[in-house]
């Protein structure tokens, strides 16, 4: 596969514009098998990488054993029984943990969404307001560039 080979593969967060590229042909040869051997299309594949790169990309939100395992998970490539056996973990553990760190992250995004979503609108409230107050007090509005 084309990310063994990448010098960048252990810190790489995102689909890099070669393996875009490359994605397209990756429907015939060893990855077709792979492809019909897990009943998913490349469509498929690409977006689970996509959500894979946005949750990489917010795991600073993660503290301690969370990010521990999350990483292990993530960016070392490691199965949960690995990460069980490797941190002395029952495997019941490693999910549970895999699963509030994924919360986590979803929760960071939403936060993230509502405060931008909030502040938009904060802002066309505030020029409406403005709007309103320059019209009664026979103000010009200011145009807008």
């Known amino acids: 596969m084309l990310c063994d080979k990448c ?4 810190k790489c967060v995102e689909i890099c514009p070669l393996l875009a590229k490359e994605l397209p042909s990756m429907e015939q040869g060893s990855f ?8 998913q299309s490349l469509k498929q594949v690409y977006e689970q990488m996509e959500r894979t790169k946005i949750l990489i990309s917010n795991r600073d ?6 990010r521990q395992v999350f990483d292990a998970y993530y ?12 941190l002395g973990l029952s495997l019941s553990e ?7 760190a994924y919360h986590t992250i979803q929760n960071r995004i939403y936060e ?4 931008k979503y909030h ?8 020029e409406l307001a ?4 320059d019209e009664f007090t026979g103000k010009k509005p200011k145009r807008k560039k």
């Open 112 to 115: 993230n969404y509502q405060r």
């Open 119 to 126: 502040s938009e609108r904060k802002k066309a409230a505030e």
């Open 32 to 39: 077709a098998k792979f492809l019909a051997e897990t009943h």
């Open 61 to 66: 939100a993660l503290k301690g054993r969370e």
């Open 130 to 133: 403005q709007e309103v107050r």
């Open 7 to 10: 010098p960048k593969r252990d």
């Open 75 to 86: 960016l070392d490539a490691k199965t949960s029984d690995e990460i069980a056996q490797n």
């Open 94 to 100: 490693v999910k549970a943990i895999l699963k509030k």
